[in-house]
């Protein structure tokens, strides 16, 4: 069975745990015909997807703060805002956990086990 915690302390980033133990876990699904862990590693790609565009909007939201420095530093009588949001990804991995619980469950009460 593969493990989140046999990749945790290998000295990567996060994303690349995200992507290894994603990889393996996919071929271990594949292999013993699991879906919860192919539905699991669907998630874990989308997440590591978040991830990667969360890199790419801390950058963005650095140049945006030099450029509001230098706006408030120029043009101090000038009013603004900058608005945005993000999903949280604890939000997700919430919602994809009660998705578990849900396939679960109605996996069982076809099946019987």
């Keep these: 069975m593969i493990s989140l915690n046999d990749y945790l302390y290998s000295g990567d980033t996060v994303l690349k745990i995200l992507k290894k133990y994603s990889r393996d876990l996919k071929i271990s699904a594949v292999r013993d015909n ?9 998630f874990l790609n989308r997440t590591s997807d978040l991830l990667e565009h969360n890199d790419f909007l ?5 140049k945006i703060r030099e450029f509001y420095k230098y706006m408030a ?8 805002t900058f ?5 949280s990804l604890i939000r997700a991995e919430t919602k994809f956990n009660g998705y578990i619980v849900e396939y679960i469950y109605d996996y069982y009460t076809e ?3």
């Design 34 to 42: 699991n879906e919860v862990d192919r539905i699991h590693c669907e």
């Design 58 to 62: 801390t950058a963005q939201s650095q």
């Design 73 to 80: 530093k120029e043009y101090p009588y000038l009013s603004f």
């Design 83 to 87: 608005k945005g949001r993000i999903k």
């Design 111 to 113: 099946n019987g086990s």
